[in-house]
């Protein structure tokens, strides 16, 4: 399930709650779930589930109570299946060998945008539209693009719009990540993750304006290595650098 067919996907705001040990989904117009994350308190089954075309291994949950606020907000019959990992350690819970480093994820653990590339996107889409077309008042902002992590210029040491395309390594707080390269972009993008509304923009400027190798691109993806997949954590105002 892809929010290319299920836009309202958009609508449900996960949050993990580390000291109850719980996951917490939120939508608007029903009442918070609240999900453990112990497998001892779950009933678990092994299954299989598809990232972009290749097949891999999950842990689904089977709960009446669970299945049934998802298809709720979805619309659509639905059921909870998670990426292994995501529960702690136990017996039930099978290690994904053909993801071992990357969950669900279909090319690397994290995607980077910058606030300048978004702007840039924003001032293209307000050139490219006719001066009584709506379209020119559209506001793009980074989480449209639903990045991992959002980077902004500090000071005078300012990021040109794009300038992530170049870079190799990025370091934040000191703790090293590989530069996997570019993201390639779909029309997921425009989909607004407020209303869950299908739009033309950002894909559609992005496709005229935007490509490395002939692919619609925007943002970055990101590998920590070694010991960091365990270890490293990343905290909002974190200082970046990058070459």
């Known amino acids: 399930m892809q929010q290319k067919q299920v836009p309202n996907m958009a609508l449900i705001r996960p949050r993990v709650d580390i000291d109850k040990s719980t996951l917490v989904l939120d939508a608007p117009g029903h009442e918070s779930l609240e999900i453990s994350l112990r497998p001892e308190d779950l009933k678990l089954e092994t299954t299989e589930t598809q990232v972009c075309s ?3 291994r999950a842990v689904r949950v089977r709960s009446d109570r669970i299945s049934l606020w ?3 907000v979805l619309s659509v019959s639905c059921y909870l299946a998670c990426e292994p990992r995501l529960l702690e350690s136990g017996a ?5 060998s053909c ?7 279909n090319k690397a653990q994290i995607l980077m945008v910058t606030q300048e590339s978004s702007r840039q996107v924003e001032q293209w889409i307000a050139e490219d539209a006719a001066p009584d077309d709506a379209t020119s008042r559209i506001r ?3 989480m449209q693009y639903r990045p991992n992590i959002i980077v902004k210029s500090l000071g005078t040491d300012m990021i040109k719009p794009f300038e992530e395309l170049k870079w190799t390594l990025v370091h934040v707080d000191g703790s090293r990540f590989a530069v996997a390269g570019p993201c390639r972009r779909c029309q ?5 993750q407020e209303s869950a509304k299908k739009l033309k923009e950002p894909y559609a400027t992005l496709a005229r304006r935007m490509r490395v190798d002939g ?6 993806y990101l590998n920590a290595t070694g010991s960091l997949l365990s270890t490293t954590s990343i905290k909002s105002g974190a ?3 990058a070459a």
């Open 54 to 56: 290749t097949r891999v």
């Open 70 to 72: 998802l298809s709720s």
């Open 92 to 96: 039930n819970t099978p290690h994904n």
């Open 99 to 105: 993801y071992p480093d990357k969950s669900f994820a």
């Open 140 to 142: 793009v902002g980074p």
């Open 188 to 192: 997921m993008i425009s989909i607004d």
């Open 215 to 220: 692919k619609v691109v925007f943002g970055i």
């Open 239 to 241: 200082t970046i650098n």
